[in-house]
C-alpha cells in the first residue's frame, strides 16, 4: 500500500519555527518529484513548494520564499520542509504530495499521492 505520512507540524508563536517530514512507504519515491501544499479553513488547496527527484531544484509559491525549505532525502524516502518565520497566516494542514511523472507543478491534479496532512497553527 502506498503511504505518504506528515508529521512535525503544531502549535507555534509567529515568527517561531517547525520542521515538517513526510515518510513515504509502499513503493520508492526517488524518482518523483515532491511537493507541499496546505490547505487552510474555508479555502482551497494551495501549493507551497516543490522539489525535483534529485533534489537539484526547487520552486516555492511567493509568500514563504526566503522563510520555507524543501528538502528530500531519497535514501529514507523522505521529504522535508523546514519552515521559518512562521506567521498567523502561515496557518493551515499541511499536505505532502508525489508527481511520479518527476515534473516540478504547482497544479494539484498532477500529482499523484497525497498524505493526510498535519496542522500547523501560528498564533500571534
Known amino acids: 500500500q502506498v503511504q505518504l505520512v506528515e508529521s512535525g507540524g503544531g502549535l507555534v508563536q509567529a515568527g517561531g519555527s517547525l520542521r515538517l517530514s513526510c515518510a513515504a512507504s509502499?513503493?520508492?519515491?526517488?524518482?518523483?518529484?515532491m511537493g507541499w501544499f496546505r490547505q487552510a479553513p474555508g479555502k482551497e488547496r494551495e501549493f507551497v513548494a516543490a522539489i525535483t527527484w534529485s533534489g537539484m531544484s526547487t520552486y516555492y509559491t511567493e509568500s514563504v520564499k526566503g522563510r520555507f525549505t524543501i528538502s528530500r532525502d531519497n535514501a529514507k524516502n523522505a521529504v522535508y520542509l523546514q519552515m521559518t518565520s512562521l506567521k498567523p497566516e502561515d496557518t493551515a494542514v499541511y499536505y505532502c504530495a508525489a508527481d511520479i511523472d518527476g515534473r516540478i507543478t504547482t497544479i494539484t491534479s498532477l500529482y499523484h499521492y497525497w498524505g493526510q496532512g498535519t496542522q500547523v497553527t501560528v498564533s500571534s
Open positions: 509502499g513503493r520508492s519515491f526517488s524518482r518523483d518529484a
